[in-house]
């Protein structure tokens, strides 16, 4: 059974910091590319970073210089961490892992940012 269990997320003050996690069990690890996605209050889901099997990282420009994206292979876990943190990044934030066809996402970790 795959599970992608992402504890962490929480509440913080605009310009604050906090590191997701997601621990994948049940896939091979390192075969999978991995993403977080976030969808906010009444907005439709966006890839907010993703990285792929050989380290290559990709953002979208919002979070761009704010957000780092890695991954731990031998802890078969990926990280988030979120710097400089704004009010527009209050979101609920989903673990994403592909291989195709195979796609799975974690149950969703609240990120509140208040001003």
């Known amino acids: 059974q795959v599970q992608l269990a992402e504890p962490g997320g929480g509440s913080v003050q605009s310009g604050g910091s906090l590191r997701l996690s997601c621990a994948a069990s049940?896939?091979?690890?390192?075969?999978?590319?991995m993403a977080w996605y976030r969808q906010a209050p009444a907005k439709q889901r966006e890839l907010a970073a993703s990285?792929?099997?050989?380290?290559?990282?990709n953002y979208v420009d919002s979070v761009k210089g704010r957000f780092t994206i890695s991954r731990d292979k031998a802890k078969n876990t990926v990280y988030l961490q979120m710097n400089s943190l704004k009010p527009e990044d209050t979101a609920v934030y989903y673990c994403?892992?592909?291989?195709?066809?195979?796609?799975?996402w974690g149950q969703g970790t609240q990120v509140t940012v208040s001003s």
């Open positions: 994403y892992a592909v291989r195709i066809p195979n796609r799975y």
């Open positions: 049940g896939i091979i690890f390192s075969g999978y590319a």
């Open positions: 990285i792929n099997n050989d380290g290559n990282t």
